[in-house]
């Protein structure tokens, strides 16, 4: 039984909360610690807390503050696993002048995790609402059923994002939430471009390796944000809208025509990066149905998987199906290395950056340049060289002092020539290295970054787009596998 | 692989036996200096007299190790002519203790008669007969003379070396 001179004090206490209470009118809501069976306490109270953090997200009701709820508890001389039963949480609530209390237990049987939840009203003392969630994986699975259990306790449904992340798991065949954007038409119409987009979609799902967001949703998301998704085609707005519909891929790409021949660009890129994971492009000639079975067979590969035999066996027409090779700023410096100008224009071919088309022609004029004053060099050194080695020989083989001396003077003179030359070779060779290193460097540093070199597993520094700040940034990553 | 292009300039040794500084002549010297042989072979080395002025005769005295080499052949130099009858040419070479003596004369004493310059004294075929390395000097005995018979300072003696080694 609760005193009068507690419960006095906590009256005051609660006060602020009734007083908050009478100026919004969501209700309130206080969330007690579950109780654990199974699993250390640490780990229920971090679920607990996950639970908690979620709710303001629900904008259904207002949580108590919890340290307000311990302080009460404390106060009443109760521990809050051990307020257990329909009749205390109630009591509670209405010391903190919630409407509703949160209880439950998080148990664990074998692999798989149970968290039963229950909403009591405070004002009739009546359970409102029960949830259930059976959940087999890792206890940090859990933390995503916590949040969804939040919604559902509201009864509201859940924001696509945390039930896409809810389906993604955390197993080896791991799926990934996939966005497909309409594909731009080009040289076909919207609707066909639409349809074509659609079947791409429907065979994404069907690898069984994607989980797609559907195309209403997506609308949806696009519609509350103010986007337009015909005007959203640069990668830019598509990591947006990706980042907003929680998906960690967007794809998207162009279907144009030109006479008979149809063309296919697809690009899947990483949202939270905003750098192009995988892209692929084929090129049909060939009646306009068997264009849907290259559609299909894209989105396979797409997917980094080989196409069905039957899927493979439809295939009509001429196809030209290639994997663009990634740039990356170690090709253009090997490319560099190799000939001063090639990796500025393997750059330039990538970026179209006008430093890079003038440097190119730098680079590769200063080479020449340089490797022309080498060729005379060392043309000179030889000859020098074999003139010091013939005269040397008659000196030798002289013996006729005058004749001697004569041919001793003028080898001596060829030698020094030779070693002149020698030496003006050598600083030539380093100079036509140095320019050759230096133009690689010069290609690596200035080398296509982003979306084409995304692939590259190195530790790197890359500039991307955080939708999330809504700007670009640096980011140094480290491929750990 | 740039290090490996690097040119270098051919080293040359200016080593004439013949090409001897101006501040030691006149001097007498073996050509060539150094010779290799495999053994049982032969080797001509001739005996030089670099920027004489004025000899008339000449006494040349050589050693060598007989244990390694063997004279075979001992012929005259045109330091005084082609034509034999002009001047008097003498060898005596044993081959215990090693040496060889050549005296090497022009006939008269008249001034047309002496030479200068340089000029080949005398043409030795050395046979390798062991395996090592042995050395060829010219004794203290060695000398030039003028017309009249007075000695001329030999500034420089030069030395020899033969390597016999086995094929």
Same mark, same amino acid.
């Given at each position: 039984?609760?005193?009068?001179?507690?419960?006095?004090?906590?009256?005051?206490?609660?006060?602020?909360?009734?007083?908050?209470?009478?100026?919004?009118?969501?209700?309130?809501?206080?969330?007690?610690?579950?109780?654990?069976?199974?699993?250390?306490?640490?780990?229920?109270?971090?679920?607990?807390?996950?639970?908690?953090?979620?709710?303001?997200?629900?904008?259904?009701?207002?949580?108590?503050?919890?340290?307000?709820?311990?302080?009460?508890?404390? #106060?009443?001389?109760?521990?809050?696993?051990?307020?257990?039963?329909?009749?205390?949480?109630?009591?509670?609530?209405?010391?903190?002048?919630?409407?509703?209390?949160?209880?439950?237990?998080?148990?664990?049987?074998?692999?798989?995790?149970?968290?039963?939840?229950?909403?009591?009203?405070?004002?009739?003392?009546?359970?409102?609402?029960?949830?259930?969630?059976?959940?087999?994986?890792?206890?940090?699975?859990?933390?995503?059923?916590?949040?969804?259990?939040?919604?559902?306790?509201?009864?509201?449904?859940?924001?696509?994002?945390?039930?896409?992340?809810?389906?993604?798991?955390?197993?080896?065949?791991? =799926?990934?939430?996939?966005?497909?954007?309409?594909?731009?038409?080009?040289?076909?119409?919207?609707?066909?471009?639409?349809?074509?987009?659609?079947?791409?979609?429907?065979?994404?799902?069907?690898?069984?390796?994607?989980?797609?967001?559907?195309?209403?949703?997506?609308?949806?998301?696009?519609?509350?944000?103010?986007?337009?998704?015909?005007?959203?085609?640069?990668?830019?707005?598509?990591?947006?809208?990706?980042?907003?519909?929680?998906?960690?891929?967007?794809?998207?790409?162009?279907?144009?025509?030109?006479?008979?021949?149809?063309?296919?660009?697809?690009?899947?890129?990483?949202?939270?990066?905003?750098?192009?994971?995988?892209?692929?492009?084929?090129?049909?000639?060939?009646?306009?149905?068997?264009?849907?079975?290259?559609?299909?067979?894209?989105?396979?590969?797409?997917?980094?998987?080989?196409?069905?035999?039957?899927?493979?066996?439809?295939?009509?027409?001429?196809?030209?199906?290639?994997?663009?090779?990634?740039?990356?700023?170690?090709?253009?410096?090997?490319?560099?290395?190799?000939?001063?100008?090639?990796?500025?224009?393997?750059?330039?071919?990538?970026?179209?950056?006008?430093?890079?088309?003038?440097?190119?022609?730098?680079?590769?004029?200063?080479?020449?340049?340089?490797?022309?004053?080498?060729?005379?060099?060392?043309?000179?050194?030889?000859?020098?060289?074999?003139?010091?080695?013939?005269?040397?020989?008659?000196?030798?083989?002289?013996?006729?002092?005058?004749?001697?001396?004569?041919?001793?003077?003028?080898? +001596?003179?060829?030698?020094?020539?030779?070693?002149?030359?020698?030496?003006?070779?050598?600083? +030539?060779?380093?100079?036509?290295?140095?320019?050759?290193?230096?133009?690689?460097?010069?290609?690596?540093?200035?080398?296509?970054?982003?979306?084409?070199?995304?692939?590259?597993?190195?530790?790197?520094?890359?500039?991307?787009?955080?939708?999330?700040?809504?700007?670009?940034?640096?980011?140094? &990553?480290?491929? +750990?596998? | 692989?740039?290090?490996?292009?690097?040119?270098?300039?051919? #080293? +040359?040794?200016?080593?004439?036996?013949?090409?001897?500084?101006?501040?030691?002549?006149?001097?007498?010297?073996?050509?060539?200096?150094?010779?290799?042989?495999?053994?049982?072979?032969? &080797?001509?080395?001739?005996?030089?007299?670099?920027?004489?002025?004025?000899?008339?005769?000449?006494?040349?005295?050589?050693?060598?190790?007989?244990?390694?080499?063997?004279?075979?052949?001992?012929?005259?130099?045109?330091?005084?002519?082609?034509?034999?009858?002009?001047?008097?040419?003498?060898?005596?070479?044993?081959?215990?203790?090693?040496?060889?003596?050549?005296?090497?004369?022009?006939?008269?004493?008249?001034?047309?008669?002496?030479?200068?310059?340089?000029?080949?004294?005398?043409?030795?075929?050395?046979?390798?007969?062991?395996?090592?390395?042995?050395?060829?000097?010219?004794?203290? =005995?060695?000398?030039?003379?003028?017309?009249?018979?007075?000695?001329?300072?030999?500034?420089?003696?030069?030395?020899?070396?033969?390597?016999?080694?086995?094929?």
């Amino acid at each position: 039984m609760i005193n009068y001179i507690k419960f006095k004090n906590t009256l005051f206490k609660a006060l602020p909360i009734l007083f908050m209470g009478s100026l919004f009118a969501q209700p309130t809501v206080a969330v007690l610690d579950f109780a654990a069976n199974g699993l250390p306490d640490y780990e229920v109270e971090t679920l607990v807390e996950r639970l908690r953090s979620e709710i303001p997200n629900t904008k259904a009701m207002r949580l108590v503050d919890r340290k307000m709820l311990e302080n009460i508890l404390k #106060e009443q001389g109760l521990q809050q696993s051990g307020c257990t039963t329909e009749e205390c949480a109630a009591e509670i609530g209405e010391l903190l002048g919630a409407q509703f209390m949160i209880s439950g237990s998080v148990g664990k049987l074998g692999s798989t995790f149970s968290v039963d939840a229950k909403m009591v009203s405070v004002s009739t003392g009546e359970m409102t609402r029960t949830k259930s969630v059976s959940f087999d994986g890792t206890v940090g699975g859990l933390l995503i059923e916590m949040q969804i259990l939040a919604w559902e306790m509201m009864d509201l449904k859940p924001p696509q994002p945390l039930l896409l992340q809810r389906a993604g798991g955390d197993g080896v065949d791991k =799926k990934v939430t996939v966005a497909v954007m309409d594909f731009d038409p080009r040289g076909i119409s919207m609707l066909e471009a639409r349809t074509l987009t659609d079947r791409f979609a429907t065979e994404l799902d069907a690898t069984g390796r994607a989980i797609l967001v559907d195309r209403r949703s997506m609308n949806e998301v696009m519609q509350e944000q103010g986007f337009d998704e015909a005007g959203c085609t640069s990668e830019e707005c598509a990591a947006e809208v990706g980042a907003l519909l929680g998906v960690e891929f967007m794809i998207n790409g162009a279907i144009g025509k030109l006479g008979d021949t149809y063309t296919i660009d697809a690009k899947m890129f990483e949202v939270a990066t905003g750098a192009a994971s995988k892209t692929k492009n084929a090129t049909y000639t060939g009646p306009v149905d068997g264009l849907i079975t290259e559609i299909e067979i894209l989105a396979w590969e797409m997917m980094g998987l080989k196409a069905p035999n039957t899927l493979t066996k439809k295939r009509k027409g001429t196809i030209v199906s290639e994997t663009p090779k990634v740039k990356t700023p170690g090709g253009a410096a090997l490319r560099s290395l190799l000939i001063p100008g090639w990796g500025q224009h393997y750059n330039f071919s990538s970026s179209e950056n006008p430093s890079d088309a003038t440097k190119r022609w730098l680079h590769f004029g200063m080479d020449a340049a340089l490797i022309a004053l080498l060729g005379v060099s060392y043309q000179a050194f030889l000859t020098s060289d074999d003139d010091a080695v013939a005269t040397h020989i008659n000196y030798k083989s002289a013996t006729d002092t005058q004749q001697i001396e004569s041919y001793r003077t003028t080898s +001596l003179g060829h030698n020094e020539d030779a070693k002149a030359s020698a030496q003006q070779t050598n600083i +030539l060779i380093f100079a036509v290295a140095a320019m050759h290193l230096y133009s690689s460097y010069d290609a690596f540093t200035n080398g296509p970054s982003g979306g084409q070199a995304s692939n590259n597993k190195n530790s790197k520094f890359d500039l991307v787009y955080n939708p999330n700040l809504k700007q670009p940034e640096l980011r140094f &990553s480290i491929a +750990l596998d | 692989m740039i290090f490996l292009l690097a040119c270098q300039a051919t #080293e +040359l040794d200016y080593d004439n036996p013949l090409d001897v500084p101006s501040d030691e002549v006149p001097a007498i010297v073996f050509e060539p200096s150094i010779e290799q042989i495999p053994l049982l072979s032969s &080797s001509l080395i001739n005996v030089f007299a670099v920027e004489v002025e004025n000899v008339t005769g000449i006494r040349a005295e050589i050693t060598y190790d007989n244990n390694i080499l063997q004279v075979s052949d001992v012929a005259r130099g045109d330091l005084f002519g082609q034509n034999s009858q002009n001047s008097l040419f003498f060898v005596n070479f044993q081959d215990n203790p090693g040496t060889i003596v050549i005296d090497y004369f022009y006939l008269g004493n008249s001034e047309s008669q002496s030479v200068s310059g340089t000029g080949k004294i005398a043409s030795i075929l050395f046979k390798g007969n062991a395996v090592g390395a042995s050395g060829l000097e010219f004794t203290s =005995k060695t000398e030039l003379v003028d017309k009249d018979d007075i000695q001329i300072n030999i500034r420089s003696r030069g030395q020899g070396n033969i390597d016999v080694i086995q094929q």
